[in-house]
């Protein structure tokens, strides 16, 4: 063989290839159907990044109320805490006496003389059998 006819064969089989990647592709039913899948999988990931931006967004606009609900909160809070005194007087705020002897006199009157039962006198019946009912 010459070497011309050694080219034309190298190119002729190259071109032959290439031809029939082509047919392959585009006739074969299973590059149809992996090229099927390979767009439903690029279009589910488009799908979950989109949600996933989604829901990113949407925790971050929820911190963002949450955070201004706490510094109203706050403002709030202060509001209260300086304009209390404006409303009421300190001699009308009510003690709470701590050590009274009255309490010591209302703890007498609830102990009981004995413990009381956690259980029923009575049985309820529960496991018995039909022959120990009747």
Do not use: C
């Amino acid at each position: 063989m010459d070497k011309d006819m050694m080219t034309y064969l190298v190119i002729g089989i190259v071109i032959g290839f290439v031809i029939g990647f082509i047919f392959m592709s585009i006739i074969s039913p299973k590059a149809r159907k992996y090229s099927k899948v390979k767009r439903e999988l690029d279009q589910t990931r488009d799908e979950l990044n989109s949600q996933k931006q989604m829901i990113v967004k949407h925790f971050s606009h929820s911190a963002e109320i949450l955070d201004n609900m706490a510094k109203d909160f706050r403002r709030l809070y202060q509001h209260m805490a300086e304009n209390s005194s404006q409303f009421v007087m300190n001699e009308d705020i009510p003690t709470i006496e701590l050590n009274s002897d009255s309490d010591n006199s209302n703890k007498n009157e609830l102990t009981l003389d004995k413990q009381p039962k956690d259980y029923s006198d009575n049985p309820s019946g529960l496991f018995k059998t039909d022959e120990n009912k009747s």
